[in-house]
């Protein structure tokens, strides 16, 4: 019954070859234990919080598909075409029935399952992932249904870095390694986890100070990062991609003094014709609110996008990193206007179907 955490994963640099893994793709997904007894379904998020509402068609595909009484652990996802779309997904969060309805319709969700938690009154959790992966494929034996799948699996480190390189371009975030001899422990990180590492350079466009900062100790809080893409009328326009923000005190307070030259009032600024904006906007500029900044702060000190930095980040979210960008070093060497969106092209050489071994 719930509320149970799902079982977590710890970071790697590369995929294991010391043997006693089973492998599998790293969804770019909703993690999502699914609960069902009889015509009841409720599906929880990775902290337990309910997702039954905004995933009805996955709730309905899972009532008619899976055995009366089962729970799974898996990965609600949005696939369009071959690729998966995590901020397509991300829309399904909306307080709007009707919007979510419409959203189900318009591009339904999908669930993969990869383990197995309990099958009518026999609990799974105690038994190794070996047990728990064969009874989950034989509970998935013979279903029909394009909404609800089994992931696929190997045991062959080669074939996992495979999949680490070819699906990247699926929208796929690397690749999972389990041990085949555990059990299943509810939070608690025994899987390994091996996720893409890329880097880019970018233009530091303006910076927010610290919420510690005073006027007699000045600290920098983030940097405001853009990349240069066409506007409207062909010319470069240097659009918003992300931040980076993990610096210590002492890094605050220097990265703070060596920004004041570059201080530029907003008007002779790139981003000053977003100012007057009081609402959040499809580019998603800084300075403007939207729904899950209510309250915040969001006013930032422009600089003149002279300096070019190098980041690491793990994944896009449309046209932006998803998350906080790592601070790598400067790059002098660099134009701030040759720094462009095209050395965030993914590889394009992947299946999705390969990845869902079930229907």
């Given at each position: 019954?719930?509320?149970?955490?799902?079982?977590?994963?710890?970071?790697?640099?590369?995929?294991?070859?010391?043997?006693?893994?089973?492998?599998?793709?790293?969804?770019?997904?909703?993690?999502?234990?699914?609960?069902?007894?009889?015509?009841?379904?409720?599906?929880?998020?990775?902290?337990?919080?309910?997702?039954?509402?905004?995933?009805?068609?996955?709730?309905?595909?899972?009532?008619?598909?899976?055995?009366?009484?089962?729970?799974?652990?898996?990965?609600?996802?949005?696939?369009?075409?071959?690729?998966?779309?995590?901020?397509?997904?991300?829309?399904?969060?909306?307080?709007?029935?009707?919007?979510?309805?419409?959203?189900?319709?318009?591009?339904?969700?999908?669930?993969?399952?990869?383990?197995?938690?309990?099958?009518?009154?026999?609990?799974?959790?105690?038994?190794?992932?070996?047990?728990?992966?064969?009874?989950?494929?034989g509970v998935f034996d013979g279903?029909?249904?394009?909404?609800?799948?089994?992931?696929?699996?190997?045991?062959?480190?080669?074939?996992?870095?495979?999949?680490?390189?070819?699906?990247?371009?699926?929208?796929?975030?690397?690749?999972?390694?389990?041990?085949?001899?555990?059990?299943?422990?509810?939070?608690?990180?025994?899987?390994?986890?091996?996720?893409?590492?890329?880097?880019?350079?970018?233009?530091?466009?303006?910076?927010?100070?610290?919420?510690?900062?005073?006027?007699?100790?000045?600290?920098?809080?983030?940097?405001?990062?853009?990349?240069?893409?066409?506007?409207?009328?062909?010319?470069?326009?240097?659009?918003?991609?992300?931040?980076?923000?993990?610096?210590?005190?002492?890094?605050?307070?220097?990265?703070?003094?060596?920004?004041?030259?570059?201080?530029?009032?907003?008007?002779?600024h790139p981003w000053g014709r977003?100012?007057?904006?009081?609402?959040?906007?499809?580019?998603?500029?800084?300075?403007?609110?939207?729904?899950?900044?209510?309250?915040?702060?969001?006013?930032?000190?422009?600089?003149?996008?002279?300096?070019?930095?190098?980041?690491?980040?793990?994944?896009?979210?449309?046209?932006?990193?998803?998350?906080?960008?790592?601070?790598?070093?400067?790059?002098?060497?660099?134009?701030?206007?040759?720094?462009?969106?095209?050395?965030?092209?993914?590889?394009?050489?992947?299946?999705?179907?390969?990845?869902?071994?079930g229907p």
């Amino acid at each position: 019954m719930p509320p149970i955490l799902p079982m977590l994963a710890k970071p790697v640099k590369n995929v294991p070859t010391d043997g006693g893994y089973a492998f599998e793709p790293k969804w770019d997904g909703f993690r999502c234990i699914v609960f069902k007894d009889g015509d009841e379904v409720e599906l929880a998020s990775r902290n337990t919080k309910p997702l039954t509402r905004y995933f009805p068609e996955v709730v309905e595909a899972l009532r008619e598909t899976l055995p009366e009484r089962i729970v799974l652990d898996g990965e609600i996802f949005v696939a369009i075409g071959n690729r998966l779309e995590f901020e397509v997904l991300q829309q399904r969060i909306h307080p709007a029935k009707s919007r979510i309805d419409l959203l189900a319709e318009e591009t339904p969700a999908a669930y993969a399952a990869f383990d197995l938690l309990a099958l009518g009154e026999e609990s799974f959790l105690d038994k190794p992932l070996t047990e728990r992966r064969a009874a989950l494929e034989g509970v998935f034996d013979g279903l029909e249904g394009r909404s609800v799948h089994l992931c696929t699996t190997t045991t062959d480190p080669e074939v996992a870095q495979d999949w680490f390189t070819r699906f990247e371009g699926a929208g796929l975030d690397g690749v999972m390694a389990k041990p085949l001899d555990a059990p299943y422990a509810p939070d608690k990180r025994t899987m390994l986890k091996i996720k893409h590492a890329r880097t880019a350079d970018v233009v530091v466009a303006g910076y927010r100070e610290h919420k510690t900062s005073t006027p007699e100790k000045p600290l920098l809080g983030s940097l405001l990062l853009g990349l240069y893409a066409p506007g409207e009328d062909g010319q470069p326009e240097l659009q918003h991609i992300g931040v980076s923000a993990s610096f210590t005190a002492a890094r605050r307070a220097e990265l703070w003094q060596e920004m004041q030259e570059l201080v530029v009032p907003i008007e002779e600024h790139p981003w000053g014709r977003w100012s007057e904006f009081l609402t959040a906007n499809p580019d998603r500029v800084p300075g403007t609110q939207s729904r899950w900044s209510q309250g915040k702060d969001l006013s930032f000190v422009p600089l003149r996008p002279e300096r070019v930095v190098e980041v690491g980040y793990d994944h896009m979210e449309g046209r932006r990193f998803r998350h906080t960008a790592q601070f790598k070093r400067w790059r002098p060497d660099r134009d701030p206007e040759s720094c462009g969106y095209e050395q965030l092209e993914e590889p394009v050489a992947y299946d999705l179907s390969e990845v869902l071994g079930g229907p």
